[in-house]
């Protein structure tokens, strides 16, 4: 199985600020890579597919970039409502698997 | 509007059975692979398993082979996930997910429904 790993696993940030999150992958998986938001006690949001395109209705100040074993997702502009989980989960191959995530508070 | 809602969970003892339902409104239900993704208190997720949109494909994650059997009705918008010789590590969230491409992300999911295993 393909493990993806995340980094930072937390962070805590000021609305407005950059924020960047980094996925890896044990193996290369082409662009097959999606990025998931989580708030508390709700379900899973897709936010990008194909490591770069945005989900439909996601607001543009979410991107992400990379390709092969590295990935980033970046809020560019962090709202109060971006707080939460953020996921990286690879479809190259199966079984389909998840990062850890990485948990974004807002200051 | 997407709808999936998931049903059937509960408390099992060890080793028994337990078949969860997702019901499916709002899309196309029979165009969409579908997935059961899972989510142990407190951790992270976990994919379990998906369907083809005909049901003659499927695909499991390795924990669950031999255990879990997924299976959907076209007919009644509906997924199912039979789950037997449950084990404690089975104690999760389990959420119906819809994938409108070849069943490689999760484009919608449901609330989920908690599976918990103890004696």
């Known amino acids: 199985a393909i493990r993806m790993t995340q980094s930072p696993s937390s962070l805590s940030a000021s609305t407005g600020d950059k924020v960047t999150i980094t996925c890896r992958a044990s193996q290369g998986v082409s662009s097959y890579l999606a990025w998931y938001h989580q708030k508390p006690g709700k379900a899973p949001e897709l936010l990008i597919y194909?490591?770069?395109t945005l989900q439909g209705g996601v607001p543009s100040r979410f991107s992400g970039s990379g390709s092969g074993t590295d990935f980033t997702l970046t809020i560019s502009c962090l709202q109060s409502e971006d707080f939460g989980t953020y996921y990286c989960?690879?479809?190259?191959?199966?079984?389909?698997?998840f990062g850890p995530g990485t948990k974004v508070d807002i200051k | 509007e997407v709808q999936l809602v998931e049903s059937g969970g509960g408390l099992v003892q060890p080793g028994g059975s337990l078949r969860l339902s997702c019901a499916a409104s709002g899309f196309t239900f029979s165009n969409y692979w579908m997935s059961w993704v899972r989510q142990a208190p407190g951790k992270g997720l976990e994919w379990v398993a998906n369907?083809?949109?005909?049901?003659?494909?499927?695909y499991y994650v390795d924990s669950v082979k031999g255990r879990f059997s997924i299976s959907r009705d076209n007919a009644k918008n509906s997924l199912f996930l039979q789950m037997s010789t449950l084990r404690a590590e089975d104690t999760a969230l389990y959420y119906c997910a819809s994938s409108t491409t070849l069943g490689y992300y999760f484009d919608y999911w449901g609330q989920g429904t908690l599976v918990t295993v103890s004696s």
């Open positions: 989960q690879q479809y190259y191959s199966y079984p389909r698997t």
């Open positions: 369907i083809k949109q005909n049901g003659g494909e499927n």
């Open positions: 194909a490591a770069s």
